[in-house]
């Protein structure tokens, strides 16, 4: 696998590893934080079980549509998810199924640090914009589990 179309960014958010384990795998969690700046998420479907599929659907400012889908491959709660990633709606990205896997670890009670690597991309300008997209998305997911109580109940 080429380096150059490989994407790995790490991050540390100060939340409890389950509660940033369900921002992953809960469609209530992924419809607050699962896209970049200035997008909307339209849907999220979550089947989290080997096997399982999700799919997700985000709009830009100028209406834009784009729709995401894969298949989970391996399920380790709260420490390890991995799944493949393709487009099924983006016209500025190539079709290309992707495999992510996810990696959380706890530092505390109240801090966990996230890996999140995706493999496959199909070019070096591939891997950029998804480098720009998720870290946006990332950062949503941070301001989500700064409001989302911490003790929340399962969705």
Same mark, same amino acid.
């Given at each position: 696998?080429? /380096?150059? /179309?490989?994407?790995?960014?790490? $991050?540390?958010?100060?939340? #409890?590893?389950?509660? %940033?384990? $369900?921002?992953?795998?809960?469609?209530? *969690?992924?419809?607050?934080?699962?896209? #970049? @700046?200035?997008?909307?998420?339209?849907?999220?479907? %979550?089947?989290?079980?080997? +096997? +399982?599929?999700?799919?997700?659907?985000?709009?830009?400012?100028? &209406?834009?549509?784009?729709?995401?889908? &894969?298949?989970?491959?391996?399920?380790?709660? #709260?420490?390890?998810?991995?799944?493949? *990633?393709?487009?099924? @709606?983006?016209?500025?990205?190539?079709?290309?199924?992707?495999? %992510?896997?996810?990696?959380?670890?706890?530092?505390?009670?109240?801090?966990?640090?996230?890996?999140?690597?995706?493999?496959?991309?199909?070019?070096?300008?591939?891997?950029?914009? *998804?480098? &720009? +997209?998720?870290?946006?998305?990332?950062? *949503?997911?941070?301001?989500?589990?700064?409001?989302? #109580?911490?003790?929340?109940?399962?969705?």
């Amino acid at each position: 696998m080429s /380096t150059s /179309t490989r994407l790995v960014i790490q $991050r540390s958010f100060e939340a #409890p590893i389950d509660l %940033v384990w $369900r921002a992953w795998t809960e469609r209530a *969690h992924l419809l607050r934080w699962l896209c #970049p @700046k200035d997008f909307e998420v339209l849907f999220a479907e %979550v089947d989290l079980r080997t +096997g +399982g599929v999700w799919r997700s659907g985000m709009r830009d400012a100028r &209406g834009q549509e784009y729709v995401a889908r &894969g298949t989970y491959r391996e399920i380790q709660e #709260p420490h390890r998810l991995v799944f493949t *990633h393709e487009w099924e @709606k983006n016209e500025l990205e190539p079709s290309v199924e992707t495999m %992510v896997t996810l990696t959380l670890r706890s530092i505390s009670d109240r801090e966990t640090e996230m890996t999140f690597e995706q493999v496959g991309l199909a070019t070096t300008e591939s891997r950029d914009s *998804h480098l &720009g +997209g998720w870290s946006e998305a990332f950062d *949503h997911l941070q301001a989500h589990l700064e409001r989302a #109580p911490s003790d929340a109940s399962r969705s």
